[in-house]
Nanobody, 124 residues
Framework: QVQLVESGGGLVQAGGSLRLSCAAS????????MGWFRQAPGKAREFVAA????????NYADSVKGRFTISRDNAKNTVYLQMNSLKPEDTAVYYC?????????????????WGQGTQVTVSS
């Protein structure tokens, strides 16, 4: 089983940027598809971005396209989420997730390992 630890969250003003990191240990990271999800207070967890094992395939939620970029460094067992032009509605706990298929999947049920989350708060 893979273990995931997110970092990089914090408080930022609207229009600002943050970069989230997710460090993986355990089973082979380089063959796992990786995703970022978020959950705002009182709302369901939702898909944000995903990346395939090689880094070539990516998917994004419409709400973050053009603002967020997912990337990975298989040598460092780490996946990143660069978040630019942040909006108050991006405020949420952000979770990193891993699957065992290796593609850039978008459904929560596709993932079988989750981190504990990191809080992102965007002030207006």
């Amino acid at each position: 089983q893979v273990q995931l630890v997110e970092s990089g969250g914090g408080l930022v003003q609207a229009g600002g940027s943050l970069r989230l990191s997710c460090a993986a240990s355990g089973r082979s990271f380089s063959t796992s598809g990786m995703g970022w999800f978020r959950q705002a207070p009182g709302k369901a967890r939702e898909f944000v971005a995903a990346i395939g094992w090689s880094g070539c395939a990516t998917n994004y939620a419409d709400s973050v396209k053009g603002r967020f970029t997912i990337s990975r460094d298989n040598a460092k067992n780490t996946v990143y989420l660069q978040m630019n032009s942040l909006k108050p509605e991006d405020t949420a706990v952000y979770y990193c997730a891993a699957d065992s298929v290796g593609t850039a999947r978008m459904r929560i049920s596709d993932y079988n390992a989750w981190g504990q989350g990191t809080q992102v708060t965007v002030s207006s």
